[in-house]
């Protein structure tokens, strides 16, 4: 019996009649119910819609039901092991990957909420407006659980208060974060939503995130943040579905538009994934607990799957598919070597890639690593020069180039062949990462012209330029909370041997 306790005959009977109950209008034009600019582009009449359909069919007391029982199963995971002393038996470079996780999640879970929200007013079909509401439920509970799961962990660790505090401050990774999910998830019309996060970003990407996740945590002895993961994603599962069954219709009829936003938001989306994803898998995971590189998950899990969805909608590649493959390998590594020698610019530690470390990168990345590895030695030394504890002697002082659209820094392209791009446009001198950037940014300038990333706001004399009072005022990092190396530069293998006399490479786990 299911869960309403409905025979499943009684059920088929009624549900695809209360799944489709639509309004025929006859006081005002469907056009003036459902009008462009909250319904979406193309502006299509019902009849285009009525036959969106989604395959997991669920009455609302299923929902309920289902939900009440992970709830069940997660307070008690919590009770069990969501203690301080569990978490301060993890791994600190662990613990990391825990803040930088739970602080793109918490509220971006939330704006997206307010994207289910307009979908269930403005969605064209009454199965895809109930659907999206049951959707805002979802996004709801992902907002709540590591708010109040890692809210019991601030005591341990106060980094963990960016678990809410991160997209209401101006740090450079904030502004960042929040000029994608905004559009994303608060701007986008429910068609554009439905194709950019219900199929692009949640199908592509967040539903193969949280199983890698769940799989590092699992292997890390985090036993809380893996059942968070898994226990969110089951609900990603569901409402995902609304992506498909969207794209679908627009792509009878406005193939063009189709393409134009998986290219645009499948580009966006890999920038935010590929740090949040790629530090976490190559840097912020212990060695020992390694199963895979991020390279290696990316084509195990993303780059088949994705490229099968494509081909059952009849749509090409994105036009910068090659830029995409290549980036794979070098892109993260570029931003986390930005990122760990400006490392007090954020709310979690860096831990520093010792010789087994670059030993095992260089095995699954051959054909990028000679280019940054050398990096790595010059920060080794620098480390060396001036000893344990000193943070700002191996820190950068001097703020560092951010692009227009995407508002991340220039790491594009590889060591010798950076992709940055400087063009004028409409008078405006602009600077991209990539010709994928620049080409978003040209096909809706009003869009983003605004938007102004840490350099322009210094320029404008709305940010400090000297990168300590930066970090200490105007992104809200106090030095009790400012990033750090994870062993403030106390490493046994760096006091022990100098820097061209590394122990032997190590194979991978």
């Known amino acids: 019996m299911p869960a309403d306790g409905l025979g499943p005959t009684t059920q088929d009977s009624w549900l695809d009649l209360a799944r489709k109950v639509d309004w025929t209008f006859r006081y005002v034009d469907e056009r003036?119910?459902?009008?462009?600019?909250?319904?979406?582009?193309?502006?299509?009449?019902?009849?285009?819609?009525?036959?969106?359909?989604?395959?997991?069919?669920t009455t609302y007391k299923q929902y309920v039901t289902t939900q009440s029982e992970k709830d069940h199963a997660l307070d008690a995971i919590r009770d069990a092991v969501g203690n301080v002393d569990a978490y301060r038996r993890l791994s600190p470079d662990w613990r990391s990957a825990v803040k930088l996780h739970s602080a793109t999640l918490a509220l971006t879970e939330f704006a997206a909420v307010i994207g289910n929200l307009r979908a269930a007013r403005f969605g064209r079909d009454s199965a895809w407006r109930s659907t999206a509401l049951l959707g805002a439920l979802d996004e709801t509970r992902h907002a709540q659980i590591p708010l109040l799961l890692m809210h019991d962990l601030v005591r341990a660790d106060p980094q963990l208060d960016w678990t809410h505090k991160f997209l209401h401050t101006d740090s450079w990774l904030a502004i960042a974060a929040r000029h994608f999910v905004d559009e994303l998830l608060l701007v986008s019309d429910p068609i554009e939503f439905a194709v950019a996060t219900n199929f692009v970003f949640e199908t592509a990407f967040t539903n193969l995130q949280f199983?890698?996740?769940?799989?590092?945590?699992?292997?890390?002895?985090?036993?809380?943040?893996?059942?968070?993961?898994?226990?969110?994603?089951?609900?990603?599962?569901?409402?995902?579905?609304?992506?498909?069954?969207?794209?679908?219709?627009?792509?009878?009829?406005?193939?063009?538009?189709?393409?134009?936003?998986?290219?645009?938001?499948?580009?966006?989306?890999?920038?935010?994934?590929?740090?949040?994803?790629?530090?976490?898998?190559?840097?912020?995971?212990?060695?020992?607990?390694?199963?895979?590189?991020?390279?290696?998950?990316?084509?195990?899990?993303?780059?088949?799957?994705?490229?099968?969805?494509?081909?059952?909608?009849?749509?090409?590649?994105?036009?910068?598919?090659?830029?995409?493959?290549?980036?794979?390998?070098?892109?993260?590594?570029?931003?986390?070597?930005?990122?760990?020698?400006?490392?007090?610019?954020?709310?979690?530690?860096?831990?520093?890639?010792?010789?087994?470390?670059?030993?095992?990168?260089?095995?699954?990345?051959?054909?990028?690593?000679?280019?940054?590895?050398?990096?790595?030695?010059?920060?080794?030394?620098?480390?060396r020069t001036g000893g344990p504890g000193m943070e700002w002697y191996v820190h950068g002082t001097t703020p560092i180039g951010f692009c227009t659209l995407c508002q991340l820094p220039l790491c594009h392209g590889t060591m010798p062949d950076n992709t940055a791009r400087v063009v004028d446009i409409e008078g405006e001198r602009r600077v991209f990462c990539s010709e994928p950037c620049e080409w978003i940014f040209r096909s809706d300038p009003a869009r983003y012209r605004h938007h102004k990333d840490v350099v322009r706001r210094i320029l404008d004399g709305e940010a400090p330029a000297n990168v300590l009072q930066l970090t200490r005022e105007y992104f809200g990092l106090p030095e009790s909370l400012q990033g750090k190396d994870v062993k403030g530069g106390s490493y046994p293998w760096l006091a022990q041997q100098g820097t061209k006399t590394e122990k032997p490479a190590r194979k991978g786990p």
Request: aromatic content about 18%; some cysteine.
């Open 32 to 57: 003036q119910v459902y009008p462009d600019e909250a319904s979406g582009r193309p502006w299509l009449p019902h009849e285009a819609w009525a036959n969106w359909d989604e395959p997991y069919r």
């Open 211 to 383: 199983i890698g996740f769940s799989s590092l945590a699992h292997a890390a002895s985090d036993t809380l943040f893996e059942k968070m993961l898994s226990s969110i994603q089951t609900d990603e599962a569901r409402h995902s579905q609304i992506g498909p069954a969207v794209l679908g219709i627009l792509v009878k009829h406005d193939r063009a538009h189709a393409q134009y936003l998986l290219d645009k938001w499948f580009w966006r989306s890999w920038l935010f994934f590929s740090i949040v994803t790629g530090f976490c898998m190559d840097y912020l995971t212990p060695l020992e607990h390694r199963t895979q590189s991020f390279a290696e998950f990316v084509d195990e899990w993303l780059l088949d799957h994705f490229e099968s969805s494509l081909e059952r909608f009849g749509l090409e590649r994105p036009f910068y598919w090659k830029e995409f493959v290549a980036g794979i390998s070098s892109y993260h590594h570029r931003v986390y070597l930005s990122a760990y020698t400006y490392r007090a610019t954020t709310w979690f530690d860096f831990p520093m890639p010792g010789p087994d470390e670059r030993a095992w990168l260089r095995e699954k990345y051959p054909s990028t690593w000679d280019g940054l590895d050398p990096l790595w030695s010059a920060i080794t030394e620098r480390w």
